[in-house]
């Protein structure tokens, strides 16, 4: 590969500069979070000019709707990321934090002091597909917790990352060279503008200079950066995500929640994709939701049960095959299970779900503590919706990611989870006698 040689170069650049990074003060850093703000606000035609172009070549590619709609970035959008960025901004960075700190002494003056101190994780890589929005989370994030970044975004949104990483090195080169700072600290961010696989299988394997790799997009991606990888990963994985309506559920809170759960926005990983019902609401409850997701263009498929009940009303759905409970759809589609009891739900779920968001509606406090600590996953979700898994909607400004991951990190992911930890031992002479 003759551009091989080139991106390991570049690459090379970002992990040098990154101990230097690490240490920089937070008010530096803060600066060119707040220049590239500012730069988005400014640049605003221009992004959805780029963006444009993408969303018409995915239009003639023939993506789904759902799809398109994880890359399309309109008014709305690009106002959400300039107040990710201003959240991020707002937040105590970790860096540089003493978590705990003691004293040993191991006898004739011979003390010292440890202490463990949070350090950035150093060179993340993030691999992701179609949401260009993905990028700016994903610098602010990393420049604010000290870590640098290569960013290796999909082909479908290559415009519109282009103009927006453009931005992200204006904003660091000027703010550089205003702070009288090295050049070289522009390469913390690193973008490649090449989506071939080729290229980064061969990145894949720069555990040298790479210290994590973050997987964002579908559950064949994943797997795949999984099977490639000589990096540690994090792994954001795929979103089968449920809603178990319990016998003593609230019926309007569960048209409500169930409701937005599906197709609020249906092509993102916490939005809900089985609805698991109790035999003993299911008649008063699913003819009602039945009918408002088909106002809503949502496809139903069903379980037996659910077909035979909703037959009675004249509601005419597809029978759930077995690969509709492992499918994560991204689109407007729904399956739906009646289960005997609380146990078959949670059976149910921690069998063919992904341990991402998995959510409860029931006014009974013994089912709710029931389900909050036997479901297996990331987040549970008590009469809300599993659409509320989100790095901005927590407080964080934005996110990195969800982690199904039980190690390092788990759920949404903020700043404290780009960090990690170090022992700092300080002596005056201290020995191990």
């Known amino acids: 590969m003759k551009n091989f040689i080139l991106w390991k170069k570049k690459i090379e650049a970002v992990k040098n500069i990154s101990y230097k990074f690490s240490s920089l003060n937070n008010e530096i850093r803060d600066k060119i979070l707040n220049k590239i703000r500012n730069g988005i606000i400014f640049s605003k035609e221009k992004i959805f000019i780029e963006n444009k172009k993408d969303v018409l070549l995915a239009e003639k590619k023939g993506l789904s709707k759902a799809l398109i709609d994880r890359l399309v970035l309109n008014e709305k959008r690009i106002d959400e990321m300039v107040s990710g960025i201003q ?60 870590n640098c970044v290569i960013l290796r975004g999909g082909s479908e949104a290559i415009n519109t990352n282009k103009v927006l990483v453009k931005i ?43 210290d994590l790799v973050i997987p964002r997009g579908s559950e064949k991606m994943v797997n795949t950066i999984k099977e490639k990888s000589l990096i540690p990963i994090l792994a954001h994985g795929s979103g089968v995500c449920h809603t178990y309506v319990d016998k003593d559920a609230d019926i309007n809170i569960a048209l409500k929640v169930c409701l937005n759960a599906k197709v609020q926005r249906p092509a993102v990983c916490n939005a809900m994709e089985k609805l698991l ?27 037996e049960k659910t077909k035979k009940l909703l037959d009675k009303y004249g509601i ?87 982690s199904t991951s039980k190690l390092h990190a788990r759920g949404t992911m903020g700043l404290n ?14 020995i191990r006698e």
């Not at 090195?169 to 050049?183: Q, T």
């Not at 939701?289 to 069903?302: C, F, Q, S, T």
């Open 87 to 146: 959240t991020v901004l707002s937040l105590e960075s970790p860096v540089g934090k003493i978590i705990k700190e003691w004293k040993r002494n191991l006898g004739r003056d011979n003390e010292f002091l440890i202490k463990k101190v949070v350090v950035p994780i150093g060179v993340i890589l993030m691999v992701y597909e179609s949401r260009p929005n993905v990028t700016i989370d994903s610098v602010s994030l990393c420049i604010k917790s000290g």
């Open 168 to 210: 992200v090195k204006e904003s660091i080169i000027e703010v550089c060279k205003g702070c009288g700072l090295d050049k070289n600290f522009q390469n913390i961010v690193l973008f490649i503008d090449d989506p071939s696989y080729e290229l980064l299988y061969k990145i894949l394997t720069f555990q040298q200079y790479i």
């Open 277 to 303: 019902v109790h035999k003993d609401i299911a008649k008063e409850f699913l003819p009602k939701m039945a009918k408002l997701y088909i106002e809503n263009n949502v496809e139903l498929r069903g379980c």
């Open 316 to 402: 005419k759905i597809k029978p759930a095959k077995e690969s509709d409970w492992w499918a994560e759809y991204l689109d407007y589609i729904l399956a739906i299970k009646i289960v005997k009891d609380i146990d078959e739900a949670i059976r149910h779920i921690n069998y063919y779900g992904s341990h991402h968001s998995d959510a409860i509606i029931t006014k009974n406090l013994e089912a709710q503590r029931k389900f909050e600590q036997e479901v297996d996953s990331s987040a549970i979700f008590i009469n809300s919706s599993t659409r509320l898994h989100d790095g901005g909607v927590f407080g964080f400004g934005t996110e990195i990611g969800i």
């Open 417 to 430: 989870e780009l960090t990690t930890t170090k022992y700092v031992v300080v002596g005056n002479g201290a």
